[in-house]
């Protein structure tokens, strides 16, 4: 009686250990982003895009992108990068959309960032990667075609 009990507590630890581990592991994803935080400008001369991002709570960053041409605005979404079922994701919420459009975070390596939303009909990946320090390219991609976003850091 003692050993099956004993297995069980021991299977209980286990468990616990690699739920914790998989959610420091994704906090860890949305920390490695934390240099996004700010504001950063895309200008292109009467255009210029606007992503401002900030820190909501430990699980999720929460942003609004947009751009202006002269001074009248052309396009607004909302943004987020949070952590939902032990993933993370980034969220683009857009007015020709029902509603927010989640892209799964599916790698992470030196500095460059992928989500992807495959059933998603445009973009169906979004790349964020910190280039020189203060500079940011993100790039929107699918369907054979792909845009490039030049920032930099002005706060």
């Known amino acids: 009686m003692r050993l099956p009990f004993t297995f069980l507590v021991i299977i209980i630890c286990f468990s616990c250990f690699s739920i914790s581990a998989c959610a420091q592991s994704n906090d860890a994803k949305i920390e490695d982003l934390s240099w996004l935080l700010g504001t950063w400008l895309n200008d292109m001369g009467a255009r210029k895009s606007y992503e401002i991002w900030k820190k909501t709570s430990s699980t999720k960053f929460s942003g609004i992108g947009y751009t202006l041409k002269n001074r009248d605005t052309v396009f607004v979404e909302k943004l987020a990068i949070?952590?939902?079922?032990?993933?993370?994701?980034?969220?683009?919420?857009?007015?020709?959309?029902a509603g927010?459009?989640?892209?799964?975070?599916?790698s992470s390596n030196n500095g460059v960032f992928e989500f992807e939303n495959p059933?998603?009909?445009?973009?169906?990946?979004i790349t964020y990667q910190l280039k020189?320090?203060?500079q940011l390219h993100a790039q929107i991609s699918g369907s054979g075609k792909a845009i490039d976003f030049h920032f930099k850091k002005v706060e």
């Open 82 to 97: 949070l952590v939902e079922n032990d993933e993370v994701f980034y969220s683009a919420n857009v007015a020709h959309n």
């Open 119 to 125: 059933e998603h009909d445009f973009p169906k990946k």
């Open 100 to 106: 927010p459009v989640l892209f799964k975070l599916t």
């Open 132 to 134: 020189e320090k203060g």
